[in-house]
């Protein structure tokens, strides 16, 4: 039912709470707009973040999603596999090639060290107490030494076949794309000079795609009085 968004009102759609700019949030709604599925948008404001999320995910990161019948699913990556199991019209669940567990531990690498040595990279001063810190040039120098071993190993997939797992993109490549394309922003004028055309040029038809522009929209954050929002938009 959530496929046509005629059969039922539009207060009946499952609520995707989210943010903009941030990598996990992105890759929900690259998976959402890809599948076809049909979502309340609510855009959080990180500072302020709204009761209903809080009670929807202790947590309280985004994305978080509140299906109709209350379920809640609050990783970025299992919202991915239940939209795209609704409906995965270029079967990003089925890579091109190697297997589904292969794909996996691919994003499981971006998601686990990748992850770590970014946040690291990008925010130095907030990781004074990791036993590695001497001081912040010297701690974001090594860290970036860590993530460019993993974007290297990206670049060879992407340099043999187009992308991550074949000639065609798979949930790796969606799950991935928004923390390569956060660490490109961090310091563009370094990352344009390393060796990783074939890793950049993705990244570029990534930022390019239709897909990703039409989920970059943006909107004022969601309070309790707001309009409802159509996620993808109509």
Known sequence: GFLTGLSMSVSDLPILYSLRRCPYAMRARLAIA??????QLREVVLRDKPEALRLASPKATVPVLV????KVIDESLDIMRWA???QDPKQYLQPEQG???QMLALIAANDGPFKRHLDCYKYPDRHTEDEQFTDAASFLALHRAQASELLMGLNARIEQQGYLMGQRPCLADLAIAPFVRQVAQVNRG????QPWSALSTWLLNFQS???FLSIMDKYPAWTPDSEIVQFPSV
Do not use: Y
């Open 209 to 211: 795609s239709p897909l």
């Open 190 to 193: 370094w990352f344009d000079a």
């Open 67 to 70: 299906l109709p019948d209350g």
């Open 84 to 86: 795209l199991a609704i």
């Open 34 to 39: 890809a599948s076809g599925v049909t979502c």
């Open 99 to 101: 297997d589904v567990e």
